[in-house]
């Protein structure tokens, strides 16, 4: 079974600061990994994603996340936030060996303050 | 545009009552999905098609039917709606999504609020 955490249900962060919105999966597998955003009355859209190579992936927006094994974490970062980061984040995995289910958390609230 | 279309966006129905509620892309994709979003929960899968005339069920099908007939629509089917199905429902679509497109990224509708009387 495969599964994902988002231990934070909100985060607040003041502009200019660095953000980090946590994430940490479980598979039997090797995992594929992504985040996605979703802004007010919008559907989510794909911010990046761990396929395999480098644990720094680099996405959308400034944003990146680090993927480690060790830990089995791939948390969300940006060094310096915006106001308008202000959303709802998801991180998703899916075990590459296990089929076709994508697990998505239950989402963090990003709230950057001016 | 590439994009996911889903209507109704907002509906507002009664117990019993059957409902549609359409998906569409314009993007040629194999795959679609439909996921529920509820506080607390994140999105949880109800039904996903590999491609047309292929169906399965995700994590949380009861209640829902789907078809694929077409490869550019997946309706959402609620036979007799109940209240623990109001909720907001999000359609979406990929490339191929099996062993070797397993990666491949998901394009989002913008979302149909359905609420259940």
């Known amino acids: 079974a495969q599964s994902v955490a988002q231990p934070e249900d909100q985060v607040n962060v003041a502009e200019g600061n660095p953000l980090t919105v946590k994430c940490t999966y479980s598979?039997?597998?090797?995992?594929?990994l992504f985040w996605y955003v979703q802004y007010p009355n919008r559907g989510l859209q794909f911010l990046l994603k761990?396929?395999?190579?480098?644990?720094l992936v680099k996405g959308s927006y400034g944003f990146e996340a680090e993927f480690n094994k060790s830990q089995t974490s791939f948390h969300l970062k940006k060094p310096s936030a915006l106001v308008s980061d202000s959303a709802l984040y998801f991180c998703?995995?899916?075990?590459?060996?296990?089929?076709?289910?994508?697990?998505f958390g239950k989402g963090t609230s990003l709230l950057v303050t001016p | 545009e590439a994009q996911v279309t889903q209507n109704p966006r907002y509906l507002i129905t009664v117990t019993g009552k059957k409902l549609t509620v359409t998906c569409s892309q314009n993007?040629?994709?194999?795959?679609m999905s439909w996921y529920r979003q509820d506080p607390g929960l994140g999105l949880r899968q109800i039904y996903y098609?590999?491609?047309?005339?292929?169906?399965d069920k995700g994590d949380v099908p009861e209640g829902y039917k789907v078809s694929r007939k077409e490869k550019r629509n997946f309706p959402l089917i609620l036979e007799s709606p109940s209240p623990n199905q109001t909720s907001l429902y999000f359609c979406?679509?990929?490339?191929?999504?099996?062993?070797?497109?397993?990666?491949?990224?998901?394009?989002f509708g913008a979302g149909s609020r359905l609420t259940v009387l």
């Open positions: 598979v039997s597998g090797n995992p594929y």
């Open positions: 979406a679509s990929s490339t191929e999504q099996g062993q070797v497109g397993g990666a491949n990224v998901l394009t």
């Open positions: 098609s590999m491609n047309v005339e292929v169906t």
């Open positions: 998703a995995v899916r075990d590459r060996n296990s089929g076709y289910a994508l697990n």
């Open positions: 993007m040629n994709h194999e795959y």
């Open positions: 761990y396929i395999t190579g480098d644990n």
